[in-house]
């Protein structure tokens, strides 16, 4: 049975018929609407089960795997049958594990993805439910409103109407006004209004669903992909001048075209990072819940290193530095009304359902007064409008005995627009609004119809909402890890100014008239220097991000409405805050489950730490790649002697993998300021690191085959136990800038490195397809390297100081991100 309707059926069957056509689908449905729905056949093959499919082949197919293929055809040509099992074998193990890291990456950030899943207001058995956005069906009856992502197509059936964001469908800036009959795709933005409507197609079977495929643009590179793009290009054109010198001496030498295309091939498989997507994809999903557990999910997982390196952290108001727990402070009567009269009729004139903080603030007023409650309870609401960003009211009309009235309550001036002589009392409005402000309070104005339907002003509420405790600690906390924090408001700069000075932050708080029609040059020193802003529309914070990330600036914004999404997107590391609409959660990359800016500043150090990790990879991964390319052609070249067999690089690659998966889950030194990707740095430090490595080995081979002069099979495995024990404790070189014991391993790391250096050292020991050493060599290896390494670990030090100084920026690429 089809249950899904084209669009084209909809427009021209009516609404009673699509509720008939529709209404069997949704009897007696429970809770168990994924079962329901796998009965009905509505579910196919996700996008993401398709991935997972195309992921495991791109391990066994794609630019490296394709490299390891052909080495594998080529010592099948040559029958080197030892090389050819051992190949065999990294294939598949290097497939298997990245493909089962790297999809266990993936399972968890479903998981986490899923709690940030959207929820539909639906009537299930004659009551109104919330379920998850992907249990609906065809027939289902859906309440939209303000800030709802549309949770799939749907006809609109009752209520008054919905203003309709639909730009990412049809490309269409301007909301557009939708009616009873009219259809609403999924995944457009409810800016305005209320209403119900049926489902009558979902997934893919939408317009959203049908049309992904054109909606979807590319995504720029974040700066860790420019970052990565960057290490790649290093090592891979240091390995094109190596392999290919190797290459031409071989040939000119007379040597096996096959035997030098073998051993070019399995060189260039060693010293490309073929673990480094598992790696990164492992360490950012581990930093992903060890955020979620303090609470911050991340949507999007290069979303952690663009937090790693924000500079700037623009905070909303109300909510995160202050409580969101209004209180009445005054109440001011204009026009012969009493002040209870004014609480009264704002109470009228707010939303009993799904309330607001401000709305609550008033109904619990009258609540808890006797009185009050006692007028209100003969007063019968005949029609709510909600409060909406652009009109900044809410107003009701009011059935009293006989007569009918309008009441509005909102934003002073726009009450004030309601009047036919507002001269009379403007001034003297705006001078209580200005003093209330001054005092941090945030000013309602409250209105109401006579019986001539003519507006009457009846006065401002003076409403308080104190900055949090923690707030002025979290402030602090930020800047003194770097992280200029400016606070950004809708609200009167007087009451911006205010809790700006409760919380000591500077009160240099500027309106968006300052810096909207200036040069950039001069818009971004008005921004960099102000505070905050106030008075914001949100295309001013649309404004305000773009001239700061033009100057560099890696930006974060908080917001939690439906009009602050347009910001969330743009914003390097948007983050919707707890109890934000779904519109905001959708656009943002990192998403709040509890009040409040701490959870940001916590979340900002655990991107650190996985920033840190990541860098500290990219820098051991760039040396080893050194340290055993830059040898093994130096020895080839210089010395006509290959230092190790093509099967010793096969295994070096495959023990290679398994530590540096660890590097996830290590410890790190502490750190406390923004984490950027300086290429100068990373390429410089490794480089050095390998280069120390090539001379270590130089040396270590000149020992065993001018001093002890070793057999070429027992020179060759001594070399690949150096090479394997050596490059494994660089990592702990690579770890941390200090000396490699400030900062104690993790159990899982450290165990990593020395058990697959044992299993290394066994394999030389009793020759397990290499010539054996015995222990008397292997002993010798382990105290040459652990030599090299406390020299390495103390050089370290020192170049690190050099680096500072910048003395080498002309010859190594400064930034990662160009």
């Known amino acids: 049975m089809d249950l899904e309707i084209s669009i084209e059926e909809v427009k021209k069957i009516s609404t009673s018929e699509l509720l008939d056509k529709l209404s069997s689908n949704v009897k007696g449905l429970s809770e168990k609407d994924a079962e329901t729905r796998l009965k009905y056949g509505i579910n196919e093959i996700s996008e993401g089960q398709q991935n997972h499919l195309k992921k495991f082949l791109g391990y066994f197919w794609g630019p490296i795997p394709w490299m390891i293929e052909f080495a594998l055809i080529i010592s099948l040509l040559i029958q080197h049958w030892p090389e050819f099992g051992i190949i065999l074998l990294l294939l598949l193990i290097n497939g298997l594990v990245g493909f089962f890291q790297e999809d266990r990456a993936d399972n968890a950030i479903e998981l986490l993805k899923e709690k940030l899943a959207f929820k539909a207001r639906v009537l299930r058995e004659g009551k109104w439910v919330n379920i998850p956005s992907k249990n609906i069906v065809p027939g289902d009856i859906v309440k939209v409103h303000l800030g709802d992502i549309v949770p799939a197509d749907i006809k609109l059936i009752e209520g008054e109407y919905v203003t309709v964001d639909e730009s990412s469908l049809t490309g269409e800036s301007l909301p557009v006004d939708k009616t009873v009959d009219d259809i609403i795709y999924s995944g457009s933005i409810i800016q305005k209004g209320q209403m119900h409507g049926i489902v009558f197609a979902t997934g893919m079977n939408t317009y959203f669903g049908k049309a992904a495929g054109l909606v979807t643009g590319l995504s720029p590179k974040s700066h860790l992909q420019r970052a990565v793009i960057t290490i790649g290009d290093y090592l891979i054109i240091l390995d094109l001048i190596m ?70 952290l623009f905070s909303d108001k109300t909510g995160t530095l202050t409580k969101n727990e209004i209180s009445i402070a005054e109440i001011e009567s204009y026009n012969g009304f009493t002040e209870n009269e004014v609480i009264c009729y704002a109470g009228l004139a707010s939303l009993r359902v799904e309330q607001d903080p401000l709305d609550k603030a008033i109904l619990d007023k009258i609540e808890s007064s006797e009185v009050l409650s006692l007028n209100t309870s003969d007063y019968k609401i005949l029609k709510f409008n909600p409060f909406d960003p652009i009109r900044k009211s809410t107003e009701s009309e009011i059935q009293y005995k006989n007569s ?108 968006p008239i300052t810096f909207l029609d200036l040069p950039e040059d001069e818009a971004f020193k008005v921004v960099e220097e102000a505070s905050g802003f106030a008075e914001v529309f949100p295309e001013h914070k649309y404004r305000i991000l773009e001239i700061l990330q033009n100057r560099g600036k890696i930006v974060g914004m908080t917001g939690d409405g439906v009009n602050d999404a347009p910001a969330l997107k743009k914003a390097d590391a948007g983050i919707a805050l707890y109890q934000a609409t779904d519109a905001a959660k959708s656009a943002a990359d990192i998403v709040l489950t509890i009040p409040g800016l701490s959870v940001i500043i916590n979340a900002i150090k655990e991107s650190y730490k996985i920033f840190h990790r990541m860098r500290s990879y990219s820098i051991y991964r760039v040396a080893e790649t050194i340290r055993i390319l830059v040898f093994v052609a130096m020895v080839i070249l210089l010395f006509n002697f290959y230092p190790v ?131 008397g060599l292997a002993a010798l290896v382990w105290g040459y390297s652990l030599i090299a390494f406390v020299i390495e670990d103390q050089m370290k030090i020192y170049f690190f100081k050099i680096l500072e100084h910048g003395y080498f920026k002309r010859f190594i690429v400064k930034e990662g991100t160009e």
């Open 243 to 312: 392999v290919s010198l190797i290459f031409i001496v071989g040939l000119i030498r007379h040597e096996s075209f096959f035997d030098i295309l073998g051993f070019a091939l399995v060189l260039t498989i060693a010293s490309i990072p073929v673990a480094q997507p598992a790696v990164l994809s492992v360490t950012l999903t581990v930093g992903a819940m060890a955020m979620a557990k303090k609470k911050a999910i991340v949507s999007k997982l290069t979303a952690i290193e663009e937090l790693a390196g924000m500079d700037v």
């Open 645 to 775: 067999t093509a099967l010793m690089l096969v295994f070096i690659a495959l023990l290679d993998d398994i530590p540096v998966m660890t590097i996830a889950y290590d410890r790190t030194e502490k750190v406390n300021q923004p984490q950027k990707w300086d290429m100068y740095q990373v390429l410089g430090m490794a480089t050095f690191l390998g280069i120390i490595g090539v001379v270590s080995s130089l040396l270590l081979f000149y020992i065993g085959k001018v001093v002890l002069n070793l057999d070429t099979g027992v020179l060759q495995s001594l070399i690949f136990l150096k090479l394997v024990v050596a490059g494994h404790l660089t990592m702990f070189v690579t770890r941390n800038s200090g000396h490699f014991w400030s900062v104690k391993p993790s159990g899982i790391f450290f165990w990593s490195v020395i058990l697959t250096d044992i299993f290394a050292t066994l394999l030389v020991v009793f020759g397990v397809f290499l010539t054996p050493i015995g222990w």
């Open 404 to 511: 009918r009235f309008k009441v509005s309550k909102g934003a002073p001036q726009v009450i004030l627009s309601l009047l036919e002589d507002q001269e009379i009392l403007k001034t003297k409005v705006e001078r209580n609004v200005d003093h209330f402000a001054t005092k941090g309070y945030r000013s309602l104005g409250v209105a109401k119809t006579d019986s001539n339907n003519i507006w009457q002003f009846m006065g401002l509420i003076a409403l308080y909402d104190p900055p949090k405790k923690s707030s002025k600690k979290t402030i602090a906390d930020a800047k003194s890890m770097g992280i200029d924090v400016k606070m950004i408001t809708g609200d009167h700069i007087a009451i911006a100014k205010q809790i700006a000075k409760e919380l000591d932050l500077s009160t240099n708080i500027m309106l």
